[in-house]
Nanobody, 121 residues
Framework: QVQLVESGGGLVQAGGSLRLSCAAS????????MGWFRQAPGKERRFVAT????????YYTDSVKGRFTISRDNAKNTVYLQMNSLNSDDTGVYYC??????????????WGQGTQVTVSS
């Protein structure tokens, strides 16, 4: 069983930065792809970024390319999402997810409870 806990969300002005963390209990090292998704108010949860189990491959949705960076530290069982140049479209609840095979689709097995990110214009 994998449990995920996100942190690092908050209120930030447009153009600012935040770094989200996702701490996993249980062994995820070299076993699980890790993804970040977000859900804006009144909208479906959507893919943001993902990183392979070994950390060698990443993939981003087009709207965050060049602004967000996903990384992982398998020794600490933690995944990060560095978010720069934030704008109001980035507002939402951000979820961390883990799965052995899922990539950018929504069918991850394990999900965190989410952390709120609010970007003020």
């Amino acid at each position: 069983q994998v449990q995920l806990v996100e942190s690092g969300g908050g209120l930030v002005q447009a153009g600012g930065s935040l770094r989200l963390s996702c701490a996993a209990s249980g062994r995820i090292t070299s076993s699980y792809n890790m993804g970040w998704f977000r859900q804006a108010p009144g909208k479906e949860r959507r893919f943001v970024a993902t990183i392979s189990a070994n950390g060698y491959s990443t993939y981003y949705t087009d709207s965050v390319k060049g602004r967000f960076t996903i990384s992982r530290d398998n020794a600490k069982n933690t995944v990060y999402l560095q978010m720069n140049s934030l704008n109001s479209d980035d507002t939402g609840v951000y979820y961390c997810a883990a799965d052995r095979t899922a990539w950018y689709t929504n069918d991850y097995d394990y999900w965190g409870q989410g952390t709120q990110v609010t970007v003020s214009s």
